[in-house]
C-alpha cells in the first residue's frame, strides 16, 4: 500500500470540509469573496482526489472521502453551528463507516 494517494485523499478531504464549511457561513451571512474561497477549496478537494483515484480504487476513494468529510462536517455543525446529531444520525454515521471499511477491504488498486 502507498501512502501517497492516502494523503492526497485526506487533502482533499481536508478542503472539502473547509469548503462546505465556508459554504454555510456564506448561507448565513458572507460575501463574494468567501463565495469564491469555498469554490476554490471545492475545486481543489475535486483535483486532490482524482489525483488520489490514480492509485486507488474509484468505490475506496470516494466512499472513504465522502464518509470522513460528513463525519468532519457532522462534527462542525454540532460544534460551532449547535446543529443536533442525534441517534439516527449516529448510527446512518456507524453504518457508512462499516461500509467504507468493507469496500476497502475488498480493495484491489488502481491501474495506473
Known amino acids: ?6 494523503l492526497f485523499l485526506f487533502a482533499a478531504v481536508t478542503v472539502e470540509v473547509i ?5 454555510k457561513w456564506v448561507a448565513d451571512s ?8 469555498m469554490y476554490a477549496m471545492i475545486g481543489l478537494s475535486f483535483f486532490f482526489l482524482a489525483t488520489a483515484m490514480k492509485s486507488l480504487p474509484i ?3 470516494y466512499a472513504t472521502w465522502e ?5 468532519a462536517i457532522t462534527f462542525i455543525g454540532y460544534h460551532y453551528f449547535r446543529e443536533e446529531v442525534g441517534t439516527l444520525k449516529l448510527l446512518g454515521m456507524s453504518v ?6 468493507l469496500v476497502n477491504l475488498s480493495a484491489k488498486p488502481a491501474q495506473e
Open 1 to 6: 500500500m502507498h501512502l501517497r494517494p492516502w
Open 19 to 23: 469548503g462546505v464549511t465556508i459554504m
Open 30 to 37: 458572507g460575501g463574494w469573496s468567501a463565495l469564491l474561497f
Open 59 to 61: 468505490a475506496s476513494a
Open 67 to 71: 464518509t470522513l468529510g460528513l463525519i
Open 96 to 101: 457508512l463507516i462499516a461500509g467504507v471499511v
